[in-house]
Each structure stands twice: as structure tokens, then as C-alpha cells.
């Protein structure tokens, strides 16, 4: 999405929401399953209703501040002006494969009784 300009293909954009599509819903049930698991079974209920509150704050927060890069700019831009966006989900993204992959090595060295 970064590469996004006027004259993309719409079936790349297409592509490229589907991948989005994907990635976040293979990012939320584990998300849900960490929190509840982490947890006593009488506490499921509020570690799924905190992580469920969290994932819609920074939703809300997300499309606040996509929408300070965009604002006041015109079609013609529109592509160029997303791109801190984007970017700065993909780092978010990189940030959390190697949070899960330094968290899942320690689990390997360490197995809890």
C-alpha cells in the first residue's frame, strides 16, 4: 500500500485490503486466546472484554490520527499522504513477529510446570 499512486491497479488495491483483511483476523484470535488463557476461567470474561475494549480504542486511535495525515488533502495526493500510515503499520506488524517469536523461543527454553 505504500506504492499506492494514481494510476494503481484496483485489483492490486483489492489484493492488498485482502491480505490486510487477513492478517488482522489471524492477529485477533490469538490476541484473545493469550489474554483469556492468561487468566483464571471465573476472569475469562473481562480479559476478553479488556482485550476486545483495547483492540476498538486503538482502532478508534488509528483512524483518528490516518485521518490527521489525510485531512486537508486532495484526491490528486491521497496516496502519497497514507504512506506514514502504512508504514507505521507494517512496523507495528514487524514489531509484533518478533515480540511472538522472542515470546515463543522463551517458552521452548522454559516450559512451565
Do not use: D, Y
Not at 7 to 29: M, P
Not at 32 to 55: C, E
Amino acid at each position: 500500500m505504500v506504492n499506492v499512486g494514481q494510476n494503481t491497479s484496483v485489483l492490486l488495491i483489492l489484493l492488498a485490503h485482502l491480505l490486510i483483511g487477513i492478517g488482522f483476523g489471524f492477529a485477533n484470535a490469538p490476541l484473545t486466546n493469550t489474554a483469556v488463557s492468561g487468566l483464571p476461567q471465573s476472569r475469562a470474561g473481562v480479559a476478553g472484554a479488556i482485550t476486545s475494549t483495547a483492540r476498538q480504542i486503538g482502532a478508534a486511535v488509528g483512524i483518528a490520527a490516518a485521518g490527521g495525515l489525510v485531512a486537508g488533502v486532495g484526491p490528486a495526493g491521497l496516496a502519497h499522504a497514507t504512506r506514514p500510515g502504512w508504514l507505521l503499520v507494517t512496523a507495528c506488524g514487524l514489531f509484533l513477529l518478533i515480540v511472538a517469536r522472542a515470546a515463543h523461543a522463551s517458552e521452548k527454553a522454559s516450559p512451565r510446570p
